[in-house]
């Protein structure tokens, strides 16, 4: 995958991220029960909606960059990426793991899985963005190695 288009594929995922961790903060969060943090450190929602909203708020900060100036705008995706595994490593410690607590017939129990996917997908993303603009010489070379 070229650079334009590991630029264009990370633009689309952080959008998505930010759109959905910003509104998952915002309206989904908040309203979970209160039952299921009963065996974390937590009394309520606030902790775990604000670390969402900073997730989504990092991906829209990746967005931006990215738009900027690619090279850190990879840098960012990486960080965004591994924020949101962070997040979901945490939530499944606090609350569970959803595929066996909620069932995996239930579309909501693969979210875990799925941005942790994300998280990932967009680290390497980043990463594969970064080093690429970072180092244009070398990504020539082995794009077209010498016979």
Not at 71 to 79: D, Y
Not at 141 to 147: D, G, K, S, T
Request: with cysteine; aromatic share 8%.
């Amino acid at each position: 995958m070229g650079h334009v288009a590991n630029r264009t594929t990370l633009i689309v995922l952080q959008v998505f991220v930010a759109f959905t961790a910003i509104l998952g903060a915002i309206f989904v969060v908040p309203t979970l029960p209160l039952d299921w943090i009963k065996a974390g450190p937590m009394t309520d929602f606030t902790i775990p909606a604000v670390a969402l909203g900073l997730c989504g708020l990092a991906a829209a900060v990746a967005v931006v960059l990215l738009v900027v100036d690619p090279r850190l705008g990879g840098a960012a995706s990486v960080v965004a990426g591994a924020l949101m595994i962070a997040f979901e490593l945490v939530e499944i410690a606090v609350v569970g793991f959803a595929l066996t607590v909620h069932g995996a017939d239930q579309p909501q129990s693969w979210l875990q899985i799925v941005y942790i996917a994300i998280g990932a997908i967009g680290m390497v993303l980043g990463y594969r963005l970064w080093d690429a603009l970072s180092h244009p010489r070398a990504m020539a070379h082995r794009a077209h190695p010498a016979h």
